[in-house]
């Protein structure tokens, strides 16, 4: 079975300053997804950032970026410049297709609690 | 992006009695729809797969006959909580799948269940 791992139950950064999220994940699949998930207090799931697994480039979005290591199945998340509106649970998920049924199944990590220190 | 709206936001019944959480696709066909619950400061845990037309997927543990689930059309997916207890209070969160399209999923805004 596919796991997400995400080792840091609660983060903190000062605003401005520079925070990486860790993931690692297992699988034996070859072709699969991985997402940043972040959820603030309105529970809203919002999509950060996601990548392929066959692209060797790490995915950006403006001050997210990706740090993902296929080979040790690590996919990290570095926000930049963080801002209070960057305070919210971040989930890490893996997305593998269930074989034969043409559907997906979304396994999320337990979380991470980011606090930004004004 | 792609819009999925979830209603009711909030429910509040009483033990006995049934609810029905509604997903919608706003501006696209999907062909699959996900229901999660998520118990408070926990991850998604998924419940179950819809697909358009046939018979949902439910995870290991979860009981079909509590929570039914129908994908009537590409754009509707309901979750029904039958005869709902207090340990069926939770939140529920639906996320849909683009028609034709790989990886991405889109979320409800999440629905609130206490059951009294």
């Known amino acids: 079975a596919q796991t997400v791992t995400q080792s840091q139950p609660e983060m903190s950064v000062q605003e401005a300053e520079t925070v990486t999220l860790s993931c690692t994940y297992d699988?034996?699949?070859?072709?699969?997804?991985l997402f940043w998930y972040k959820q603030p207090p309105s529970r809203q799931m919002i999509l950060v950032i996601r990548?392929?697994?066959?692209?060797?480039q790490n995915a950006t979005e403006n001050r997210f970026s990706v740090n993902f290591q296929k080979a040790a199945k690590s996919f990290s998340l570095k926000i930049s410049d963080s801002q209070l509106g960057d305070a919210a649970m971040y989930f890490c998920a893996y997305l593998v297709p269930y074989s034969g049924a043409g559907s997906y199944q979304l396994t999320f990590g337990k979380g991470t609690k980011l606090s930004v220190i004004p | 992006g792609a819009v999925v709206s979830q209603h009711p936001s909030r429910v509040i019944c009483k033990s006995g009695t049934s609810v029905k959480i509604e997903c919608r696709s706003l501006?696209?066909?999907?062909?699959?729809m996900f229901w999660y619950r998520q118990f408070p400061k926990q991850s998604l845990m998924l419940m179950a797969t819809s697909n358009e037309g046939s018979k949902a997927t439910y995870e290991q543990g979860v009981e079909k006959d509590k929570f039914l689930i129908n994908h009537a059309s590409l754009t509707l997916s309901t979750l029904t909580v039958t005869s709902a207890h207090p340990e069926d209070s939770s939140f529920y969160i639906c996320?849909?799948?683009?028609?034709?399209?790989?990886?991405?999923?889109?979320f409800g805004e999440g629905s609130r269940l206490t059951v009294l």
């Open positions: 996320s849909a799948r683009l028609r034709g399209a790989t990886g991405e999923l889109f």
């Open positions: 699988t034996s699949e070859s072709d699969y997804y």
């Open positions: 990548q392929e697994a066959y692209k060797q």
């Open positions: 501006d696209f066909q999907a062909t699959t």
